[in-house]
């Protein structure tokens, strides 16, 4: 299973880009990228996944290089409900494989 | 689409009773269901692989008598923490699979024990 590393916090303004990235050095072939949302007392939400390069939908990008060893979600002007805690899993989902998480990030967004 | 129903959403129990929590997949068939626990403050933590009609696979740690997990149907897996003491109080995620994205998770349940 591939570990990940993100930062513990990050604190951004409203109406800021907030780029959150992650760290996977051991990702396999079949590993896809997944960010989670979570807020206090809910599961946690799918924001975006990805396997190489840029993904966008309508809340998310997600930036993955070449080498996929790491990859970056980028938050376009962020609000106060944006502050949340965020997870990067990696893994084979679509392969029901277990993915365990990691400690996430804590984004704080100031008005 | 792609939605877990978690029941209940909170529940507080006397120590030394059995809670059930249901997790239900609405609108998929989910042959693969994770049970997780969240302390305050804490990332989530694996406890079993809930796999429809077998056992489940618990965790280095996870106690399975008294984490019983149950996969009867396509849509239907529950965990029942039995003998339930104060230190079981935390909130239980429950996630499927069956769908492109991989993981569904469900609203999470807050168990207190008192």
Avoid at chain 1, 56 to 74: G, M, Q, W, Y
């Amino acid at each position: 299973l591939a570990k990940t590393t993100q930062p513990i916090s990050m604190d951004s303004y409203e109406g800021q880009e907030v780029n959150i990235t992650c760290s996977h050095n051991n990702i396999a072939t079949n590993d896809y990228i997944t960010w989670y949302q979570q807020f206090p007392s809910q599961g946690p939400r799918f924001i975006i996944q990805g396997y190489k390069t840029k993904v966008t939908n309508e809340v998310a990008s997600l930036f993955i290089p070449a080498d996929r060893k790491s990859s970056t979600l980028s938050l376009p002007r962020v609000s106060l409900s944006d502050t949340a805690v965020y997870y990067c899993l990696v893994g084979d989902m679509r392969g029901y494989q277990k993915v365990t998480f990691g400690i996430g990030t804590k984004l704080q967004v100031i008005p | 689409g792609a939605v877990v129903s978690q029941h209940p959403s909170r529940v507080i129990c006397k120590s030394g009773t059995s809670v059930k929590i249901e997790c239900r997949s609405l609108d998929f068939q989910a042959t693969t269901m994770f049970w997780y626990r969240q302390f305050p403050k804490q990332s989530l933590m694996l406890m079993a692989t809930s796999n429809e009609g077998s056992k489940a696979t618990y965790e280095q740690g996870v106690e399975k008598d008294k984490f019983l997990i149950n996969h009867a149907s396509l849509t239907l897996s529950t965990l029942t923490v039995t003998s339930a003491h104060p230190e079981d109080s935390s909130f239980y995620i429950c996630s499927a699979i069956g769908t492109e994205r991989g993981y569904t998770f469900g609203s999470g349940t807050r168990l207190t024990v008192v």
